[in-house]
Structures are given as C-alpha cells and as structure tokens.
C-alpha cells in the first residue's frame, strides 16, 4: 500500500512506501513476558521512569530475567511526565523466565526510595500480565 505525501509547496511528492514495523509486539507474547502496566499519580508535578535493571525474579530459584525493552515510560536517567487525574500506562518486555517458575516478582532494583515493586505475581501460560504498578 502506498501513501502521498505533500511537499512545502503544497504539491504532491513521490508516494511513501509504508513498511511494517520491525518489532512486532505480538509476536513476542509467546516467548518473553510482558508487562502490561499503569500508575495513577497522585500530584499535579508526578513523573516516572524506569531504571534498565529492572529484572523479574523467580521466587523459587531467584533467577532474574532482565528487562529487554520498555514502552510509553522514559528510561532513567530522563522521566515520563503524568498528568494529574489521567491513567499513565506503559509496557516492560523481559526475557522468558524457567519454565517451572509458578510466581515472580518485578523488581526495579535500585537503592532510591519510590522504586516499582510488583510482589508475589501468579505465572499464567501466556506470561502477558496488566498490572498496577506499587511504589517501595
């Protein structure tokens, strides 16, 4: 399928060629675990981000499986601005975790205070998850 698009001079220019997006999310369901997540904030300045260390944690064996991308949230050190009385939401992808783990926690492991922290997840067959995000 091709698209037009228009120039500065108000003039057609040469068709777009749209193109699929490389990273196709629902491909990756099957295989990795996806958190679906969102935060309400609590005050008119509340901002948010995610820190790369973010790992999910198997609660039998203490494997982590590292957060492989984020979505809609900002990576630190930069934050995501929410506004006050709207629902923030964003998705983390990580690696697969043991097949025999039956519950994980997510875990965005810094010092700082304020940090997310998802505690004692039931595992479900298709490791996609929507969940609301706690603060330490």
């Not at 040469?14 to 996806?34: T, Y």
């Not at 006050?84 to 992808?93: D, I, N, P, Q, Y």
């Amino acid at each position: 399928r091709k698209s037009s698009q228009i120039n500065d001079s108000n003039t057609l220019a040469e068709p777009l060629q749209i193109i699929k997006p490389e990273f196709d999310l629902f491909l990756l369901e099957d295989r990795q675990v996806i958190l679906h997540s969102y935060h309400f904030p609590v005050s008119f300045l509340d901002r948010i981000r995610i820190h790369p260390n973010t790992c999910l944690i198997d609660l039998n064996t203490g494997y982590r499986s590292p957060m492989l991308q984020n979505f809609n949230i900002a990576m630190a050190p930069d934050w995501s601005w929410m506004e006050l009385g709207r629902k923030f939401e964003f998705t983390l992808v990580f690696a697969g975790l043991p097949k025999d783990c039956t519950r994980f926690d997510m875990l965005e492991d810094v010092p700082d205070t304020g940090r997310l922290h998802i505690r004692n997840i039931q595992r479900s067959k298709s490791d996609v998850y929507y969940l609301r995000m706690n603060f330490d």
